[in-house]
């Protein structure tokens, strides 16, 4: 089974700094790939489907890249409601990764 | 607008049997994979198992196979996630979420079930 290596589990930025969590496959995944936020007492949210694709609704801020075993979701600039849990996962395999928590520094 | 609203939270016993429900509303609730969510706060996220409505096509996680049973309604579009004899360790949040089609991302989630199981 592929396990999917979620870093750093918790990364500290101010707002309107840049974050970038990175999810490490593996194997090999293709573009097999998604990342969601959490806040707490909410539902999961879809932000990326197919390691690049912004789903729909979701500000240009957040963006997804990678391939193969690296992949990484940036923020370009942290706003307020950024802060939250961050969770990658591939289409394959049942666990999500273990997630990043962005807290404010 | 796409919509899944989840029955409320439960308090059970350890050996009770227990049903939770998700009802889809906005869209052909037949054309997608469907999906139940375990979220254990401090563990994460985790797949249980999915359905495909259409045909009652059915998938479990080996974690959950044996565990649980997930079923459908297509006359009143919802799906349920049944335990027969539940243990205070399936004490969690529990999330149904609809798959986008060609995908296994999730793109509408329920808001959640608190299951909680206690002697």
């Known amino acids: 089974e592929i396990v999917l290596t979620q870093s750093p589990a918790t990364l500290s930025v101010s707002p309107g700094e840049r974050a970038t969590l990175s999810c490490r496959a593996s194997q090999s995944v293709s573009n097999t790939l998604a990342w969601y936020q959490q806040k707490p007492g909410q539902a999961p949210r879809l932000l990326i489907y197919?390691?690049?694709t912004r789903a729909t609704g979701i500000p240009a801020r957040f963006s997804g890249s990678g391939s193969g075993t690296e992949f990484t979701l940036t923020i370009s600039s942290l706003q307020s409601e950024d802060f939250a849990v961050y969770y990658c996962q591939q289409y394959s395999t049942w666990p999500f990764g273990g997630g990043t928590k962005v807290e404010m520094k | 607008e796409v919509q899944l609203v989840q029955s409320g939270a439960e308090v059970k016993k350890p050996g009770e049997s227990l049903k939770i429900s998700c009802k889809g509303s906005g869209y052909t609730f037949t054309n997608y994979w469907f999906g139940w969510v375990r979220h254990m706060p401090g563990i994460g996220l985790e797949w249980m198992g999915i359905i495909y409505p259409g045909n009652s096509e059915t998938r479990y996680s080996p974690s959950f196979q044996g565990q649980v049973a997930i079923s459908v309604d297509k006359s009143i579009s919802t799906a349920y996630l049944q335990w027969s004899s539940l243990k205070a360790s399936d004490t969690a949040i529990y999330y149904c979420?609809?798959?986008?089609?060609?995908?296994?991302?999730?793109?509408?989630w329920g808001q959640g079930t608190l299951v909680t199981v206690s002697s």
């Open positions: 979420a609809r798959r986008l089609p060609g995908s296994a991302a999730a793109d509408y």
């Open positions: 197919g390691v690049s």
